[in-house]
């Protein structure tokens, strides 16, 4: 088994950059804590981990199948408060109201699918947009039992100690992950799932004509995508140990859509790239602010008028994340429309015209087949 894996590795990941790159960046991730002792900022990463399942699964959806959804947050959410009712009202630890959590989210995905099955295209973005709002009117009307505006608060924490919710927020990303990698994956041989999916977002009535039944296939995306979303979402309630009504506002379903159109749209990957680029900017915005800020005082009699006012600009700059984070969309989609990851695997990697296998984009000749690369 240890001598296949090697095998595996050998042949399979290191000949290719994309996939390299990939297993060096989750190996990384397991020393963070070593290196980030700041409670602060550790948890930033247990936040990044958390959304990268969340955004990787409205890719599942939204880029695999082309069910647009703009009401993702509703699984994120559902998850989210189921878990914290059933520990307020029944006094249930979290290892019992996750699992339970994550299937109250399956089941809304289902539900949420039924009406949308005739409908496509701006069509079905709008009603998905609308149940999560619709969701959000309930919970803010039954203040006695949700908190409304306030939220509940006080739930128990995943873990002792904040370097344990970290591990185990990252083993469950990387499984995850690596589950809805090869759910998609068009030549994986033992699950066809990701063929299907693809063969309906290109042309579902083609895919209906050859006899696949889309109505299965797309209530199997929904709840895919419910069930990957709710363990974000009971993920975050036990992290944060509150849940509030922003889990379930319009603001959350589109930072997944901004996420994974940054990363790299219908990859699984490019949600990570996007999540780990962009979140990190927000969440670390006011001390950037602090830095330039700093740096403008000590700037101002000592340093050209030019360089304190370049300092000024920046510490203004800071303090709007949005600002910066509306221009690097902006300027992604002009210049690299495919998504950050993906146009990066594009120049550091190559398929064969003859067996359709990846290689290092320097290669000239396939490493498989031996066909010419270029």
């Known amino acids: 088994m240890v001598r296949r894996l090697l095998n595996n590795f050998r042949w399979s990941v290191i000949p290719v950059p994309g996939r390299l790159i990939a297993v060096i960046f989750f190996v990384t991730l397991c020393f963070i804590p070593l290196f980030v002792t700041h409670s602060y900022y550790l948890r930033m990463f247990v936040y990044v ?18 069910q647009v959804n703009f009401g993702h947050a509703l699984f994120f959410g559902v998850a989210a408060y189921s878990l914290a009712l059933m520990n307020k009202y029944l006094g249930w630890q979290p290892w019992a109201t996750i699992p339970l959590s994550v299937l109250v989210a399956v089941a809304a995905g289902v539900i949420t699918c ?79 799932t990701g063929l299907i999916f693809h063969a309906i977002r290109e042309d579902e009535i083609a895919a209906r004509a050859t006899g696949i039944n889309t109505i299965r296939y797309k209530l199997l995306a ?88 370049f300092l000024r600009i920046m510490e203004l700059l800071a ?9 690097l969309i902006i300027l992604i989609l002009l210049f690299m429309p495919r998504g950050l990851a993906v146009q990066i695997r594009d120049k550091i990697e190559r398929e064969c015209p003859r067996c359709k296998l990846s290689n290092a984009a320097w290669r000239r000749e396939c490493r498989a087949c031996g066909a010419s690369l270029h």
Do not use: C, H
Request: proline share 5%; aromatic share 14%.
């Open 114 to 192: 039924f009406p949308a099955l005739k409908l496509r295209g701006p069509y079905l973005s709008l009603l998905t947009m609308a149940f999560p709002l619709m969701l959000l009117g309930v919970v803010l009307a039954l203040k006695d039992i949700t908190g409304a505006e306030q939220g509940i608060w006080g739930l128990p924490s995943l873990a002792a100690t904040l370097t344990q919710e970290y591990y185990i927020v990252l083993a469950v990303m990387t499984v995850s992950v690596l589950i809805m990698w090869k759910l998609t994956d068009a030549s994986f041989k033992y699950i066809r």
């Open 319 to 327: 303090g709007r994340p949005l600002l910066i984070l509306s221009v």
């Open 49 to 66: 981990n958390i959304f990268v399942i969340f955004a990787a699964s409205w890719d599942l959806l939204s880029g695999y199948t082309g």
């Open 222 to 309: 929904f709840a895919i995508g419910g069930f990957f979303a709710g363990i974000a979402g009971a993920l975050f309630a036990l992290v944060s140990t509150m849940v509030s009504p922003s889990t379930l506002n319009l603001t959350m379903s589109f930072q997944a859509v901004i996420w994974v159109v940054f990363g790299g749209i219908v990859s699984i990957y490019g949600p990570v790239v996007g999540v780990y680029v962009l979140y990190p900017l927000v969440y670390l915005a006011p001390d950037i602010q602090r830095f330039f800020g700093r740096a403008y005082a000590a700037a101002v009699d000592t340093q050209p008028a030019v360089l304190s006012e």
